[in-house]
């Protein structure tokens, strides 16, 4: 079932350029849909809002975008120029992470927020195809792990110098700007870290786009979105377990970018500079190491011969971060809770850039954009739905206490694991079928 082809790939100095450029992209889209975990209760405070409401924001937004527009852009990917699509798509969402800023109103915020998502629908399915016609097969974990360590990176980078900067500006006075009127700190924030990204757009148009290898010549030089689902359809057992398998893995990272922040905020009375400095260290050195580890040992184990080394690494990462994910969000003494939070946190990632990485060897390159796109549209519905809004509701709703927020990130952590475990054994038991056969 692999489809990924060693002919006519670029010289590893323009492939490693594009990784680069892509990882930073990456970043930048991260430090821009990051920020707002941070600024959770000064938003709260201004618009008064609820964290189901603020659960919405940082999840079901983006998963909004998905819906409506992120797989007929995935098209476009799959006949397109890459590098444009994605260097529009950069413009596009730093400048709707600036307009945030200008928000009055939930309603407000909650269309600008979909408007940032345009970075994931544009950024990810895109670079997964180019990386893979840059890259052979036993070197496309690695080079997928370097690009999908730009979302550790930029969390890392987002709490550390986002937590600075509205640790500053959090506490002062309203600025009045001309035009803009009277904007609060948070919101300015958001204009300060939005406007850096207009500069990226130009350098992604640097990238040399690679010529499409890996083509099955039976469905044709262009090929639909429709196309795509009857080729998703028939290899179903296998697509469907990684993409619920793959999605579940990425909800107890997905807590820590979301509702860690005012976790520590709320229930160790940390500021919002010490918790984004405490996760933004945690994350930029260990979730980033989690990453490379985790497409290193699907490398690892595949020149051993284990075809379904990704099956196997992200059962791994199913079952290793459960212990932790008992204490993690319910210790009441700080010290304790980080030295947690150091291997929650890279076992966590460990998965990350594993199920693209499936997507890419299993699909023809005229559909790899589309499935990647799919694939990010089923991670984001199921984080936002589960994640970011799930524990807003838990905690506004079940508990209907505030300080209850740690409990509701540990049931949605410990749900995840079993179903993702399930999904990925029946993945692994199909694709090994599948084999056999070929």
């Not at 990238?207 to 639909?224: A, F």
């Not at 209907?400 to 952590?413: A, C, F, H, K, Y």
Request: glycine share 8%.
């Amino acid at each position: 079932m692999s489809l990924i082809s060693v002919e006519n790939k670029p010289s590893a100095l323009s492939a490693w350029y594009a990784v680069i450029v892509l990882l930073f992209a990456y970043v930048l889209s991260f430090v821009d849909r990051i920020i707002m975990s941070l600024l959770v209760i000064p938003i709260q405070k201004d618009l008064d809002i609820s964290d189901t409401q603020m659960g919405l924001l940082m999840g079901l937004a983006f998963a909004i975008f998905y819906t409506v527009v992120g797989i007929p852009i995935a098209r476009l990917s799959d006949v397109k120029s890459r590098k444009i699509i994605v260097s529009i798509g950069i413009f596009l969402w730093s400048i709707m992470t600036a307009v945030c800023g200008l928000a009055r109103s939930f309603l407000e915020l909650f269309l600008a927020r979909i408007g940032v998502g345009v970075g994931e629908a544009t950024l990810s399915p895109a670079a997964y195809s180019m990386i893979a016609d840059y890259f052979p097969e036993n070197k496309l974990g690695k080079a997928i792990a370097v690009y999908q360590s730009g979302a550790l990176f930029g969390s890392g980078i987002a709490f550390i110098i986002g937590g600075a900067i509205v640790g500053l500006i959090v506490n002062s006075s309203a600025t009045s700007l001309p035009f803009l009127g009277e904007l609060q700190p948070w919101q300015l924030a958001f204009i300060i870290v939005g406007l850096p990204g207009v500069l990226m757009a130009l350098i992604m148009l640097s990238v040399k786009e690679p010529k499409r290898t890996g083509i099955k010549k039976d469905l044709g030089t262009s090929v639909t979105i429709k196309d795509a689902v009857r080729y998703m359809v028939k290899n179903s057992k296998v697509y469907l377990s990684v993409f619920i398998g793959f999605s579940m893995l990425a909800i107890p990272i997905t807590t820590i970018f979301t509702w860690y922040p005012t976790y520590l905020q709320r229930i160790h009375d940390l500021t919002i500079g010490e918790s984004g400095k405490i996760l933004g260290l945690i994350l930029f050195f260990l979730s980033s190491s989690g990453v490379f580890f985790g497409g290193w040992l699907v490398d690892f184990l595949k020149r051993r011969n284990y075809q379904d080394s990704f099956f196997r690494v992200g059962l791994i990462a199913a079952i290793t971060p459960v212990p932790f994910t008992l204490f993690v969000s319910s210790m009441s003494d700080i010290d304790a809770t980080i030295i947690l939070l150091c291997p929650f946190i890279f076992l966590a990632s460990m998965p990350l850039a594993i199920g693209p990485i499936v997507l890419q060897i299993i699909s023809p390159n005229q559909l790899r954009a589309q499935t990647g796109a799919i694939y990010m549209l089923f991670m984001n519905l199921l984080t936002a739905a589960i994640a970011t809004s799930g524990i807003g509701f838990i905690t506004d709703y079940i508990f209907e206490n505030p300080l209850d927020v740690g409990q509701s990130i540990m049931i949605v952590n410990i749900v995840s694991a079993p179903v993702a475990f399930l999904a990925l054994s029946y993945g692994l038991f199909h694709y090994n079928k599948t084999l056999t056969k070929e």
